[in-house]
Nanobody
Framework: QVQLVESGGGLVQAGGSLRLSCADSGRTFGTYSMGWFRQAPGKEREFVALISWGSGNRYYLDSVKGRFTISRDNAKNTVYLQMDSLKPEDTAVYYC????????????????WGQGTQVTVSS
């Protein structure tokens, strides 16, 4: 069973940084690829970043490449999203999620979701 809890959201000015954390209290963290998604008001949930469970390969939404970095610490059952050079358009609720697939950007491929954490970037 995978149980995900996000933390680290908040209010930041444009150009600032935040680091989101997602802790898994389950026992199978190492065999799941971990993704970050976000959802802004009135918009669909969108893929932000993914780190594969086997290869450790990382994938990003084009608009966050070079600004966001996903990483994982299997010993701590935790995945991180370091967000730098934040922009107002990054404002959204951010969710971490787990999938047994090595690569999939579709929300429907993810079996487990956290409760979400709000990120607000002011201009």
């Amino acid at each position: 069973q995978v149980q995900l809890v996000e933390s680290g959201g908040g209010l930041v000015q444009a150009g600032g940084s935040l680091r989101l954390s997602c802790a898994d209290s389950g026992r199978t963290f190492g065999t799941y690829s971990m993704g970050w998604f976000r959802q802004a008001p009135g918009k669909e949930r969108e893929f932000v970043a993914l780190i594969s469970w086997g290869s450790g390969n990382r994938y990003y939404l084009d608009s966050v490449k070079g600004r966001f970095t996903i990483s994982r610490d299997n010993a701590k059952n935790t995945v991180y999203l370091q967000m730098d050079s934040l922009k107002p358009e990054d404002t959204a609720v951010y969710y971490c999620a787990a999938t047994p697939e090595s690569y999939d950007r579709r929300p429907s491929a993810y079996n487990y979701w956290g409760q979400g954490t709000q990120v607000t970037v002011s201009s």
